[in-house]
């Protein structure tokens, strides 16, 4: 059954930060970083239907000590697992229409060190 739109709230643990996974970083650790990092994707998505949608969008609120910008390692490494594991096409801007990091509100309730992400998921199908 196909869908207009759908979306899709999880919660996430703290990224690494930008800073952190560049500043220096061997490509054998910075592929350790993300590995871990998809096992918690992984676990999230479990909770859910095995879906595809043909565009997409990442919303991320945070409640780190981090800037906004060192918190996008949670959307990279999100659209890559998406298109990994065959819930989009790709992450190309024809398929990834947009992103928003903010910090969290404080009538918003997210747990310290850990980020909300909604997924926007345009023509959706549930597999």
Do not use: W
């Not at 918003?108 to 992400?117: L, M, Q």
């Amino acid at each position: 059954m196909k869908e207009e739109y759908k979306e899709v709230t999880f919660s996430l643990p703290k990224p690494p930060s930008l800073n952190k996974f560049y500043a220096g970083k061997h490509f054998a650790v910075r592929i350790k970083y993300k590995k871990d990092y998809n096992e918690h994707i992984e676990k999230q998505l479990e909770a859910f239907d095995k879906f595809h949608a043909e565009t997409f969008q990442i919303d991320v609120v945070h409640n780190t000590r981090y800037d906004c910008d060192n918190v996008i390692l949670v959307i990279k490494f999100l659209a890559d697992y998406l298109k990994d594991n065959g819930y989009v096409n790709d992450d190309s801007k024809k398929y990834f229409k947009g992103l928003n990091i903010r910090v969290k509100n404080d009538d918003e309730s997210i747990e310290k060190d850990e980020v909300s992400v909604t997924l926007k998921l345009h023509n959706y199908t549930e597999l």
